[in-house]
């Protein structure tokens, strides 16, 4: 017969319920990192009126609206474009894209992007003071 190897002293992570995580925090543009999936993380915001113009030159950034309405301003090889995410959405702002988001009445997101990715990219127009330039705040932090 084998030998059984369980460890049942040592439990592993527990279930996170987006909304509570949502209600530990009311900054705006400042992401909390929920959990990470190898080397990404996943980060949840709340967001209202302008962030700042920005470009990740090195990583896409995936953008899923929770709550409420957000849009992004692109400026592509075409010229600048708006799209609109309405709750239940998803995008992806290819790297090296100028992005910057906006919600006119406010939003909730969840962001999914490598570990250490800046909310304001490597590159970006002067940062206002109600935007927070982080790689992320952990959750109750
Ligand atoms: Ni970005």
Do not use: C, Q
């Amino acid at each position: 017969m084998g030998i059984m190897s369980e460890d049942t002293t040592k439990a592993g992570p527990d279930p996170t319920l987006l909304s509570a995580a949502l209600a530990t925090f009311e900054t705006l543009w400042s992401p909390r990192i929920v959990t990470r999936v190898n080397d990404y993380d996943v980060r949840v915001a709340k967001v209202r009126g302008e962030h700042v113009w920005h470009v990740h030159d090195d990583t896409d950034e995936f953008f899923l609206v929770l709550d409420g309405t957000l849009d992004i301003a692109l400026r592509e090889d075409g010229g600048e474009r708006t799209v609109t995410l309405d709750r239940g959405a998803v995008f992806v702002v290819p790297r090296s894209t100028w992005h910057k988001p906006f919600s006119a009445d406010g939003a909730s997101l969840l962001l999914f992007e490598p570990s250490g990715t800046s909310t304001v990219g490597d590159r970006h127009d002067d940062v206002p003071g109600h935007v927070d330039a982080t790689t992320g705040h952990a959750l109750g932090g």
